[in-house]
C-alpha cells in the first residue's frame, strides 16, 4: 500500500488528484466543527453522555463525531445513503427507474440527480425532527420558529454540501468521493476509541498486565482487519468457455475465461439495514421522550446493543439473535435485487458461452443460484462473525467503543478500492507513455 502511494506522487497528474482528495478532507473536518447558530451544544452535549442506547453511538460514528458536537455537518451523509439505498430498491420496483439504470451513462445522470433531491427531502426531515424534538427540550437557546428554521436550513445544507464534496472528489480526487467522506468520519473517531480501552484496560494496572491487554487488544484488531480483508476479495470463480466463430476470414472466440461470484456479494449494506431496522424504534422512543414501560420497556433493552451478551442480563441476548437472522436475510435479500442469474445466463447464451458441464440457458440460470445461494450463507456468516465480536466484548469486557463491525468492513473496503483505483490509473498512464513512445 506505502509502495503504490509513494509510486503515485512521482506522477504529477495522480499526486494533484491525491492533494485535491487531502484538502476537501481537511474542509470536512473544520466542518465537523463548526457550531450551529443558536445551538446549546453543553445542553446535547450532556444529553449524548447520558443516552444508554447504542443507537446514537452507531450514528456519531457515521458522522465523524458532528452529531454529538451538533456541528453544521451533524446529518453528514447519512440522508445520501438512505436515498442511495432507497432508488436503488426502487429500480427493482418502478419500471421507469429500471430503464434509467439501463439506459447508459444518461440514464445514470438521471438517477443520480433523483438520488440528490430525495437525499434534500430526507435531510429537511431529518433536521426538522432533530430541531423540533431536541429544540423544546433545551437544544436551542431560544425555542422559537425562526431559530428552529435556522437549524433546520443549516443542518440542510451541511448535508448537501457533503455530498457536493464527495461528488468533487470522484471527479477530480481518487476513489468514491461518499465513501471516502464516510471513511475519514469514521476514522476520526478512532483515536478516542482506542484512549478509551487504554483507559479502561491499561491504564493503572501494573506493567506486565498492561502490556498483555495492549497485545491482546493489537492482536484482536488486527485479526478482524485481516477476516475482513479476506472476506471482501475471497471470489468463486465459475469457469465460461466461449465457442469458437467465424468473423470474416478469421476464426475468432474459443477462449477460456471464468466469471467471479464475490463471497461478500451484498458488502456492508446487511449490517446497515438490520442494524438501522433495529435501532429504529429506539431512535424514536428517545426523540418521543417515551422510556417506555412493561412489555415494551424489555423490548427496547432487547433492542439495545449495548445489552448483548451481558452475562448478568442474557435474556436480552435475544434481540442478538434476531439480529443475526436479519442480517443473513438482508444479505439474500439485496444480492437478489442486484444480481440476476437469468440475466447473466441469457447474456452469456448470446455471446456464446457456456459452463462446460451445464447446459445455456435455464440449466445455467438454475447452476448459477445454486452457486450463489451457498457463497451469500458463507459471506453472511462472515459479516456476522464481524459484526458480533465487538457486541461480544463490548456486553462480556464492557469494552465500548462507537466502532465496531460495520466501521471495520466500510474502513478496509473503501481503502482496498481506493488503493485498487490508484493503481489502475498508474497502470493508464504507464499504457499511454508506452503508446506515445
Not at 482528495?21 to 446549546?40: C, D, E, H, K, Y
Not at 451544544?41 to 452507531?58: I, K, L
Not at 457533503?162 to 470522484?170: S, Y
Request: net charge positive; aromatic share 12%.
Amino acid at each position: 500500500m506505502f509502495s503504490t502511494l509513494k509510486n503515485a506522487f512521482k506522477i504529477k497528474e495522480i499526486r494533484n488528484k491525491l492533494l485535491f482528495t487531502f484538502f476537501m478532507l481537511i474542509v470536512i473536518r473544520f466542518g465537523s466543527q463548526l457550531p450551529i447558530p443558536g445551538v446549546n451544544r453543553d445542553y446535547f452535549s450532556s444529553w449524548f453522555e447520558a443516552q444508554t442506547s447504542g443507537a446514537f453511538s452507531f450514528f456519531d460514528a457515521f458522522t465523524g463525531g458532528s452529531f454529538a458536537n451538533m456541528s453544521v455537518f451533524a446529518l453528514s451523509i447519512t440522508p445520501y445513503i438512505t436515498s442511495s439505498i432507497i432508488i436503488q430498491l426502487l429500480t427493482i420496483a418502478i419500471p421507469k427507474l429500471e430503464e434509467m439504470q439501463k439506459d447508459g451513462e444518461d440514464g445514470r445522470k438521471k438517477l443520480a440527480s433523483i438520488t440528490r433531491y430525495v437525499t434534500v427531502a430526507l435531510a429537511l426531515i431529518e433536521s426538522g425532527a432533530m430541531a423540533i424534538g431536541f429544540g423544546n427540550q433545551g437544544l436551542l437557546e431560544n425555542y422559537a420558529p425562526l431559530e428552529v428554521i435556522t437549524v433546520i436550513a443549516v443542518l440542510t445544507a451541511g448535508s448537501a454540501f457533503l455530498m457536493w464534496i464527495g461528488e468533487r472528489i470522484t471527479e477530480n480526487g481518487v476513489g468514491n468521493g461518499i465513501s471516502i467522506v464516510l471513511v475519514i468520519n469514521i476514522i476520526s473517531r478512532l483515536p478516542d476509541d482506542f484512549s478509551s480501552l487504554y483507559e479502561q484496560f491499561c491504564k493503572g494496572k501494573s506493567i506486565p498486565l498492561a502490556v498483555v491487554a495492549a497485545l491482546v487488544i493489537i492482536a484482536i484488531v488486527l485479526a478482524m482487519v485481516v477476516f475482513v480483508v479476506i472476506l471482501n476479495s475471497a471470489v468463486r470463480k465459475i469457469p465460461v468457455q466461449y465457442a469458437k466463430k467465424i468473423q470474416g476470414n478469421k476464426m475468432v472466440g474459443g477462449q477460456r475465461t471464468y466469471l467471479p461470484l464475490k463471497v461478500n456479494t451484498a458488502g456492508v449494506i446487511p449490517i446497515i439495514f438490520s442494524s438501522s431496522l433495529m435501532q429504529f424504534p429506539i431512535v424514536i422512543s428517545t426523540l418521543a421522550g417515551y422510556s417506555g414501560s412493561g412489555v415494551w420497556s424489555h423490548i427496547i433493552k432487547g433492542l439495545n446493543q449495548d445489552n448483548w451478551c451481558n452475562p448478568d442480563q442474557m435474556i436480552y441476548s435475544i434481540g442478538l439473535v434476531v439480529y443475526i437472522v436479519l442480517t443473513v436475510f438482508f444479505a439474500y435479500f439485496y444480492t437478489s435485487l442486484t444480481f440476476n442469474p437469468l440475466e447473466i445466463a441469457n447474456n452469456m447464451k448470446r455471446q456464446g458461452g457456456f459452463i462446460p458441464g451445464i447446459r445455456p440457458g435455464k440449466p445455467t440460470s438454475d447452476y448459477l443460484s445454486k452457486v450463489l445461494n451457498a457463497i451469500i450463507f458463507i459471506g453472511a456468516i462472515g459479516l456476522v462473525i464481524v459484526a458480533v465480536v465487538p457486541f461480544f466484548f463490548n456486553g462480556v469486557f464492557n469494552a465500548s467503543v462507537s466502532f465496531g463491525g460495520t466501521s471495520l468492513i466500510i474502513i478496509v473496503s473503501v481503502v482496498l478500492e481506493t488503493i485498487k483505483q490508484i493503481e489502475s490509473q498508474m497502470l493508464v498512464r504507464n499504457y499511454k507513455g508506452f503508446l506515445n513512445d
